[in-house]
């Protein structure tokens, strides 16, 4: 496959004995794993195999996903740790001040008056909003929730992002 892909999620364990896998959803969009959808198993960044969607449901948070023609807890058993992508045709234009995680990850922070924080490393999705994992150049990460009070300004095309630090966000 030359087309370019990115990872919509990643298989954590099996569940139960038919087949289903238990999937960590890294994608805002639902319909990814709608039915008849076709995803790329990714191991150790090698694409293992072409997998359609046959069965789909949430349980407890998660993304319950059966594939076609396994029908087998062995059949899947090894697709643990292993990553869901999406070649780069199948990603949805997005409307503007929108932005997918790869193109924010790796942006350098800066705050409103120049100082540089550091670069995100990891973009969280713990609920009401995203939380953005910035990695400084020296000591704990700092997390930056990702909202409008805070987040000012951000050029995908720079890989660069000016913040508003709330009171003790950065202690």
Do not use: C
Not at 48 to 61: A, S
Not at 114 to 127: F, M
């Amino acid at each position: 496959m030359e087309e370019k892909l990115y990872t919509v999620g990643k298989i954590i364990n099996t569940h139960g004995i038919r087949g289903d896998v238990k999937v960590l959803r890294i994608s805002d969009f639902e319909e990814r794993f709608e039915i008849g959808n076709t995803l790329y198993l990714v191991t150790d960044n090698t694409v293992v195999r072409e997998l359609t969607i046959d069965g789909h449901r949430v349980h407890k948070g998660f993304d319950l996903l059966h594939f076609k023609n396994l029908n087998n807890i062995n059949d899947v058993e090894h697709f643990k740790e292993s990553h869901l992508k999406i070649p780069e045709s199948k990603l949805t234009e997005l409307d503007e001040n929108e932005f997918y995680y790869h193109e924010v990850i790796g942006s350098e922070v800066f705050t409103n008056d120049g100082k540089l924080l550091g670069v995100i490393k990891e973009i969280l999705a713990p609920g009401a909003n995203d939380v953005w994992v910035i990695k400084q150049p020296k000591g704990k990460d700092i997390l930056i929730p990702y909202i409008e009070e805070v987040v000012l300004e951000v050029d995908v095309d720079e890989k660069r992002i000016v913040i508003e630090p709330m009171e003790g966000l950065l202690e």
